[in-house]
């Protein structure tokens, strides 16, 4: 049987929650102060403590502190005029806060789901070396922290802000999350808030009601209603409007929103994953995310790390694109060495979509089987501090390879020129040209073959 612990001085509301708290299937202690709490806490470990911050005895705050020492999950019931303390508490790994007068009805589901999740074992951290985790693939260090993240937030139900430059997987890990809760079997619905016009936003985060305004035929629900007992993922969170994002903090305090054109609220049990590509912190500095919002979505806080950061998870992920365009076309290309070369090397700035799109575009040029670094377009083969000048081998690289990669770098610093890259080289235009047509000839991308072919007469 789960276990609650209820801390406030006021002896009505500790009888009405102890009372609902039993009726959702658990043993009850109650404090009305600070040295009460703090013995009950070393008596009997809860899964669960309702704490009002402002009680006799000393800090409330010291009670969350231990409790999340062990373990337990904490939920602050505030008044409106102690809010700013309630965000301090989230900073401290407070799962969620309250207002009074406490909505029975958010705080029995709120009850009802920790009853279900507490004392059951998660889904387990993964072990080192994991190449997947949900639909993310990645087996670096740095992925292994991000899967044991997942692990241990995702049968909770705090909200999560993600953080991650463009194309680095966070709607993949808002999937992984729902799919790591109780709500895997509700809907999962994802809204990109840039995305939408903001005279429209409102309306489809919330709904409207029929005749809301010209055009309004019909009743709609918005994304809230729509992922009712699931979750909402609101990538580019600091797109939003500051006054959406006041009722959008409106909604994650009461659970109730109200449809547009209507001032009858609607009760939505909704876990909300946010993220955003920019730094939450600036973007408060900046003005475009209230920093109350901010602490509300950062009850956990998860930074995805960059493509660049995750070493030979590169060459993983563009194998695995790679083999999915075999699968689907009925092939079987491969990377050159150098192509696999050239992918490590890279910094990747569009990260994951970018290495994808680049495998994409490279297998759709090959000629042969085997994909070359030539293949590789151009603005993904580009290395930050590369001297255009020079031309980097490998220890173990053949002559043969060494010779191709030095005369077609040259003759690309040439910009094409066929007698001034013989010159360079110091062969004779003819010898030149006969290499460029055996490079051609073997499948690589050799730029302007024929139409130059008067600069290698002798």
């Not at 929650?17 to 109650?30: D, M, T």
């Amino acid at each position: 049987m789960p276990h609650l612990l209820i801390l406030d001085d006021d002896d009505l509301i500790r009888e009405i929650l102890a009372e609902l708290g039993r009726e959702c299937g658990y043993s009850v202690a109650q404090a009305a102060c600070v040295k009460d709490a703090l013995i009950q806490l070393d008596m009997r470990p809860p899964d669960l403590v309702l704490a009002d911050l402002c009680v006799p005895g000393g800090d409330g705050m010291e009670v969350c502190r231990n409790a999340a020492a062990i373990d337990s999950e904490v939920v602050i019931i505030t008044g409106h005029g102690t809010v700013d303390n309630a965000v301090q508490a989230l900073r401290l790994g407070v799962s969620d806060y309250l207002i009074k007068p406490v909505c029975m009805d958010r705080l029995r589901t709120l009850l009802l789901r920790v009853a279900g999740t507490r004392g059951k074992p998660g889904r387990a951290a993964p072990d080192t070396g994991q190449r997947h985790f949900g639909s993310m693939i990645g087996e670096s260090e740095v992925m292994q922290t991000v899967y044991r993240q997942i692990a241990r937030v995702a049968p909770s139900s705090m909200t999560v802000l993600v953080v991650g430059e463009s194309g680095t997987g966070k709607e993949l890990v808002a999937q992984a999350i729902h799919q790591g809760s109780p709500r895997r079997g509700k809907p999962f619905v994802a809204v990109n808030c840039g995305a939408i016009a903001p005279n429209l936003i409102e309306n489809e985060m919330f709904g409207h009601e029929r005749g809301s305004f010209t055009g309004a035929d019909r009743q709609h629900k918005g994304y809230f209603e729509r992922a009712d007992g699931g979750t909402l993922f609101l990538d580019e969170i600091t797109e939003m409007s500051f006054d959406l994002q006041v009722k959008l903090l409106r909604v994650l305090e009461t659970g109730r929103f109200m449809r547009v054109g209507t001032h009858q609220e609607i009760a939505c049990d909704v876990r909300v994953v946010a993220a955003t590509n920019r730094s939450p912190e600036e973007a408060v500095r900046d003005g475009k995310l209230r920093e109350d919002l901010y602490y509300r979505l950062a009850v956990f806080p998860m930074v995805l790390p960059a493509l660049r950061m995750r070493g030979e998870d590169i060459v993983l992920l563009a194998q695995r694109f790679l083999d999915q365009l075999n699968a689907d076309g009925g092939t079987s290309n491969r990377f050159s060495a150098e192509a696999i070369e050239r992918f490590r090397r890279h910094d990747w700035p569009g990260n994951v979509r970018e290495l994808r799109n680049a495998v994409r575009r490279a297998y759709i040029m090959a000629e042969g089987e085997e994909l070359d670094a030539l293949l590789v377009p151009r603005s993904a083969r580009a290395e930050e501090g590369e001297d255009p000048d020079r031309v980097t081998l490998r220890v173990g690289e053949t002559l043969a390879e060494a010779d191709r990669r030095l005369i077609l770098a040259t003759l690309s610093c040439c910009g094409g020129v066929k007698k001034q890259t013989a010159a360079m080289l110091g062969v004779s235009p003819k010898t030149l040209y006969n290499r460029l047509e055996a490079y051609a000839a073997a499948g690589y991308e050799v730029p302007d073959l024929h139409g130059g072919a008067e600069n290698a007469e002798t």
